[in-house]
Structure formats: structure tokens, C-alpha cells
């Protein structure tokens, strides 16, 4: 018996089968939850086929977090394959790497930074409350990504100005949703080679600084640890556990330069 039996969830922003949200999705299945994956546009078909990738058959349903149709319509798409939400994954983000990141900070034009900070960050609080509905009196668990925006890093730029949006959303929605019994916790993972991580131009540096310094080691292919960080926070291990930022980065966080 899994720590997630008989949950359902919801994983918002799974492309490939190399990103966070795929992982996410495969544990939490490996822990006994019913899972609904989510994306959007012209990535829809490739989430279909790569979902078949998963342990067990999921279904899939188109959600642009930008679009308040969709949003609207989330919680009767959602009803079509379960009868509620225990948790929800924000594996969320985009910004124009052709603007925003690259170390040229203060070139990013506001339409850009505007559609990071939506996508990126509101997008936490617009998708919590779409899936409100469906969490009812039980309360549940949301759980969302992010990469630690306490400092600069080397070309994250803008993303980074957004991901810190993000962690200060988090903080609020679990002010606002605790008496509702819904926890809100982020896992801030280090550098992972996924889709989004291809964009960031010098990743490769940020990588190999990472390996060099965290105490545990850190290896970038392995998503698992990430995954099942936020398998964790969406079970009932952590029931008085909310605003919080897991860090699952080999202790890089921790250790001076």
C-alpha cells in the first residue's frame, strides 16, 4: 500500500517523459494514486503519446492556465475521470529565452516579463483556484516547482524574478487556503536536464558548479528524488506542513561559495 492510495491527482504541465511532472506522475502512480495529466496547444499530442510511457493508463486534458475558459471548464473536465481532487502538481513555467534569460537582465521587455510572470507564478494561484471545487470539505495538498529564488543566478534572469513570485505566491495561498485544509508547499529541485532547462543558455556551468559543491553529490538525470519529494508533500506525511520550500538539490542551498 502506497502513501497516496485512493488520492487523486492532478499534474498540471507534463511534455516529455524527461520532465518533472512525467516523474511526478509516475510516482505518485507507483504510490497508489489515480493521476490526470494536464497540457496545452501543440504539446498536447506529444503528452498523449508519452503518457503511455506511464505505469498505468492516465488520461489527459487540454489546460492553458492563461486561458479563464479553460480554467472555468477545468473542474467539469476533471469531473469526467474522478469524483474530486486530492492534490494538485504545478509543473509550470515559461519565459522567452530570447529575452529573458542569457545574463542581458535589463533588456527584458515587459510583454515578456508579463507572460513569465503569468505563466510562471499567477498561474499557481489561478489553477489552485480552479481545482478548489473539486477539493471540498477534505482539503488536499497543492504542490508546485521551483528553482531557489533567494539569489542571481548566472542567465536565469527574469525567470528568476518569476520563480521568486512564485514562492511568494505560495506563501500566501497557504495563508489564505489553511483553513480550508489545503497545504501549499513548493520543492525547489537543483539544475535537472529537462525540456525547460535546454533553454537557459550557460546551463551547462550552472550544472557543473552544482556537482562540485553539494555535499550529496547531485546527479542532473535523476529526477526521481524531485518526484518523490513531491509525492511526499502531497500525501498525509505532512499534515501541518504548508508555505514551506522543500529543497532537493544534494544540500547546494546550505553551503557557502
Given at each position: 500500500?502506497?502513501?497516496?492510495?485512493?488520492?487523486?491527482?492532478?499534474?498540471?504541465?507534463?511534455?516529455?517523459?524527461?520532465?518533472?511532472?512525467?516523474?511526478?506522475?509516475?510516482?505518485?502512480?507507483e504510490?497508489?494514486?489515480?493521476?490526470?495529466?494536464?497540457?496545452?496547444?501543440?504539446?498536447?499530442?506529444?503528452t498523449?503519446?508519452?503518457?503511455?510511457?506511464l505505469?498505468?493508463?492516465?488520461?489527459?486534458?487540454?489546460?492553458?492556465?492563461?486561458?479563464?475558459?479553460?480554467?472555468?471548464?477545468?473542474?467539469?473536465a476533471?469531473?469526467?475521470?474522478?469524483?474530486?481532487?486530492?492534490?494538485?502538481?504545478?509543473?509550470?513555467?515559461?519565459?522567452?529565452?530570447?529575452?529573458?534569460?542569457?545574463?542581458?537582465?535589463?533588456?527584458?521587455?515587459?510583454?515578456?516579463?508579463?507572460?513569465?510572470?503569468?505563466?510562471?507564478?499567477?498561474?499557481?494561484?489561478?489553477?489552485?483556484r480552479?481545482?478548489?471545487?473539486?477539493?471540498?470539505?477534505?482539503?488536499?495538498?497543492?504542490?508546485?516547482?521551483?528553482?531557489?529564488?533567494?539569489?542571481?543566478?548566472?542567465?536565469?534572469?527574469?525567470?528568476g524574478?518569476?520563480?521568486?513570485?512564485?514562492?511568494?505566491?505560495?506563501?500566501?495561498?497557504?495563508?489564505?487556503?489553511?483553513?480550508?485544509?489545503?497545504?501549499?508547499?513548493?520543492?525547489?529541485?537543483?539544475?535537472?536536464?529537462?525540456?525547460?532547462?535546454?533553454?537557459?543558455?550557460?546551463?551547462?556551468?550552472?550544472e557543473?558548479?552544482?556537482?562540485?559543491?553539494?555535499?550529496?553529490?547531485?546527479?542532473?538525470?535523476?529526477?526521481?528524488?524531485?518526484?518523490?519529494?513531491v509525492?511526499?508533500?502531497?500525501?498525509?506525511?505532512?499534515?501541518?506542513?504548508?508555505?514551506?520550500?522543500?529543497?532537493?538539490?544534494?544540500?547546494?542551498?546550505?553551503?557557502?561559495?
Amino acid at each position: 500500500m502506497g502513501i497516496l492510495e485512493g488520492k487523486r491527482i492532478l499534474v498540471a504541465g507534463v511534455t516529455m517523459d524527461t520532465s518533472i511532472g512525467f516523474e511526478v506522475a509516475r510516482v505518485a502512480q507507483e504510490q497508489g494514486a489515480t493521476v490526470v495529466v494536464s497540457n496545452f496547444g501543440r504539446a498536447l499530442g506529444i503528452t498523449r503519446r508519452i503518457v503511455n510511457r506511464l505505469p498505468e493508463p492516465v488520461p489527459v486534458i487540454e489546460l492553458d492556465v492563461t486561458d479563464e475558459e479553460h480554467l472555468a471548464a477545468l473542474p467539469e473536465a476533471l469531473r469526467e475521470h474522478v469524483d474530486g481532487l486530492d492534490g494538485v502538481v504545478h509543473s509550470i513555467a515559461y519565459g522567452n529565452p530570447e529575452t529573458l534569460l542569457g545574463g542581458d537582465f535589463l533588456r527584458g521587455p515587459w510583454e515578456d516579463v508579463a507572460q513569465a510572470v503569468q505563466v510562471s507564478a499567477y498561474s499557481l494561484a489561478s489553477l489552485t483556484r480552479a481545482c478548489l471545487p473539486l477539493m471540498g470539505e477534505q482539503g488536499g495538498a497543492v504542490v508546485g516547482l521551483t528553482f531557489d529564488a533567494t539569489v542571481a543566478w548566472p542567465a536565469y534572469d527574469w525567470m528568476g524574478v518569476a520563480k521568486a513570485g512564485l514562492e511568494s505566491c505560495a506563501r500566501y495561498l497557504a495563508r489564505d487556503l489553511g483553513p480550508r485544509g489545503v497545504r501549499v508547499n513548493l520543492v525547489s529541485a537543483g539544475p535537472l536536464k529537462t525540456l525547460a532547462a535546454k533553454a537557459i543558455p550557460g546551463f551547462e556551468q550552472l550544472e557543473a558548479t552544482w556537482a562540485e559543491r553539494a555535499p550529496l553529490g547531485w546527479d542532473n538525470a535523476d529526477r526521481a528524488p524531485t518526484a518523490r519529494a513531491v509525492v511526499a508533500l502531497l500525501s498525509d506525511l505532512f499534515p501541518a506542513t504548508t508555505g514551506e520550500i522543500v529543497h532537493v538539490d544534494g544540500g547546494f542551498h546550505a553551503m557557502g561559495t
